[in-house]
């Protein structure tokens, strides 16, 4: 099925049909799965990296092995670039050339996302990240510092402030959740299926008669738009032979808070994803002592597809997905056109209110 019949079959909470994201990093790893997974439902992706081709994540062959050409891991579709694959696979993207640490070029690759989304940018995801594995601060450079720096840190609050000025021109997008009564404000009969929906309201129509509206709130509810930060658990915790990059990624979680504390009010929702311990190109060659320090609970390490279920998560006003493992026929009734989704079943609810938020996914690490 194309992404632009599967964006069609899903109902309105679940599809992005009509928004446009800008992806920096977006050619390899987490940025290439997260274009992927928002393109499939329907949103327009922008995608910005320093090349189109997607990085080579698999180990460097040992001392002396030729590697076959045409080899396993290069076959099919993991070496075209993110936008010609999703453009072949029915949905829609551009790619632009851009180092993110260039203000002049991060304002054009911004310019151009805007005009791909006919005005609009309703998702930032600043996920361009490099790092550097030394052994310990006493013998790190400070040269590393500044790259690490440059790209983790500067790069991405380029691209929270091109966002946030692109984001306040546009008004509110309401969504779903914003135009949905309380499920117990219902006829019991009605919970199991549609919730009943209020009509959206305006500063014209006066406050609702819902609760919950605070003095000086003007306009519809919904969202201008969503930034999400790709932070990492080495912002949280200290990572073992990183000191640069874990500074860098403290950093990103704390501007993620500032930025959503001093937009809220304007209805930007600003969060931010911790991975843990990931298979990606990042990651793939770090040395084994440094690899056994670095834990994961659950039975296996994650992947950049994990964070990429997780943006469609964390982002506000997309959607939540809690997928049920129940057979069609337990669900006889569901709408059509969540059968039209697929065989799952699968439950959205928006989460318009969240921001601020930093959500450690790492399959427990930073649990103990
Ligand atoms: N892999 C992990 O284990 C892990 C864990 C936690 C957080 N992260 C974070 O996730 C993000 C993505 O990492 P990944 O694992 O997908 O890495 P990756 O190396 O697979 O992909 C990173 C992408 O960013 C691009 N990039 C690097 N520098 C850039 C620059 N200056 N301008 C524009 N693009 C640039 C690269 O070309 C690449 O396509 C990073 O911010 C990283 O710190 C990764």
């Not at 790092?131 to 983790?152: C, K, Q, W, Y």
């Not at 929270?160 to 006829?187: C, G, H, S, V, Y």
């Not at 500063?203 to 605070?214: N, Y």
């Not at 990183?242 to 500074?247: G, L």
Request: charged share 20%.
């Amino acid at each position: 099925m194309s992404f632009s019949t599967f964006s069609k079959s899903l109902p309105p909470s679940l599809s992005l049909a009509g928004r446009t994201a800008l992806i920096t990093g977006a050619s390899s790893g987490i940025g290439r799965q997260t274009a992927l997974h928002l393109a499939r439902v329907g949103a327009s992706i922008f995608c910005a990296d320093l090349r189109p081709e997607p990085i080579d994540d698999r180990p460097a062959p040992k001392a002396g092995a030729t590697e076959p050409l045409g080899s396993p891991a290069r076959q099919g579709s993991r070496h075209v670039p993110t936008h010609e694959l999703i453009n072949r696979l029915g949905g829609k993207a551009e790619f632009q050339k851009l180092d993110v640490r260039n203000e002049v070029d991060f304002k054009k690759s911004m310019a151009s996302a805007v005009e791909l989304g006919n005005g609009r940018l309703d998702v930032m995801i600043n996920n361009a990240g490099i790092t550097s594995f030394s052994g310990g601060i006493e013998g790190e450079s400070l040269d590393i510092l500044d790259r690490m720096l440059a790209v983790n840190v500067k790069g991405l609050y380029i691209g929270t402030q091109l966002a946030i000025r692109q984001m306040m021109k546009q008004e509110p997008l309401a969504f779903p959740a914003d135009l949905e009564e309380d499920l117990d404000a219902n006829e019991e009969e009605d919970i199991s299926s549609q919730p009943r929906s209020r009509p959206p309201f305006s500063e014209e129509q006066g406050p609702p008669a819902t609760v919950g509206r605070l003095p000086g709130d003007k306009g519809g509810r919904g969202s201008r738009g969503n930034i999400v930060n790709i932070a990492s658990i080495h912002g949280l915790i200290g990572g073992p032979g990183e000191p640069a990059y874990c500074a860098s990624k403290g950093a990103v979680i704390n501007l993620t808070r500032q930025v959503a504390c001093d937009y809220a009010k304007h209805r930007i929702n600003v969060n931010a994803i911790c991975p843990g311990y990931l298979d990606t190109a990042m990651t793939v060659n770090i040395p084994e002592e440094i690899s056994k320090q670095r834990p994961t609970y659950w039975p296996h390490r994650g992947s950049a597809r994990d964070v990429a279920k997780s943006v469609m998560w964390v982002v506000p006003s997309l959607h939540l997905l809690l997928w049920a493992a129940k057979p069609a026929a337990d669900t006889a009734s569901s709408s059509s056109s969540l059968h039209a989704a697929g065989r799952n079943r699968y439950f959205a609810r928006d989460a318009p209110w969240s921001t601020g938020t930093i959500l450690a996914l790492d399959g427990g690490t930073t649990a103990r």
